[in-house]
C-alpha cells in the first residue's frame, strides 16, 4: 500500500497516490519546502556565505591556486573571513563547479567607487 511521504498515512485516491502525499499533506509540504528555502538563505546570511558567478578561465585561475583575490563591486558588504562559493557559469548557466573560499584581506586603494580587491585563501 502506497503512503503519504510527509505523515506515513496509506494514502486511498489515484491522485494522492500519483503525488505521495494526501491533500493535506500536499498543502502542508509546500509550505515547509518555501519555509526551508527561507532558511537555507537565512543561514547563508548567518553564515555569511556570498554565492558568486565566475567565468571559466577565472575559475581555473582560482581553482590552481595562481589567483589569490578577487575584484569585485562591494554590494555585498564583504568582509574578512566571510566565505566565498565561487560558482562557475558559463553560456549563460552554472555548470557546476564549486570553489569555497574565504576572504583574508581586503582593500579599495585605487580602485574604481564601490569596488574592493579582497586576498582569498580556497579551502580544501
Ligand atoms: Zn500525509
Redesign the pocket.
Known amino acids: 500500500m502506497e503512503a503519504?511521504r510527509?505523515?506515513g498515512?496509506p494514502l486511498k485516491d489515484e491522485k494522492s497516490i500519483a503525488l505521495g502525499?494526501?491533500r493535506?499533506?500536499r498543502k502542508k509540504f509546500e509550505v515547509e519546502e518555501a519555509e526551508f528555502r527561507r532558511i537555507q538563505i537565512t543561514i547563508d546570511d548567518a553564515l555569511r556565505i556570498h554565492r558568486l558567478k565566475i567565468m571559466p578561465e577565472y575559475f581555473k585561475a582560482v581553482a590552481s591556486k595562481a589567483k589569490r583575490f578577487e575584484i569585485r563591486k562591494n554590494d555585498r558588504d564583504y568582509k574578512i573571513g566571510d566565505g566565498l562559493l565561487l560558482r562557475e557559469f558559463k553560456d549563460d548557466d552554472y555548470t557546476g563547479n564549486e570553489i569555497n573560499a574565504v576572504i583574508t584581506y581586503m582593500t579599495d586603494y585605487e580602485q574604481k567607487k564601490g569596488y574592493v580587491v579582497m586576498g582569498i585563501e580556497v579551502c580544501a
Do not use: D, K, L, P
Open positions: 503519504c510527509r505523515c498515512r502525499f494526501g493535506t499533506c
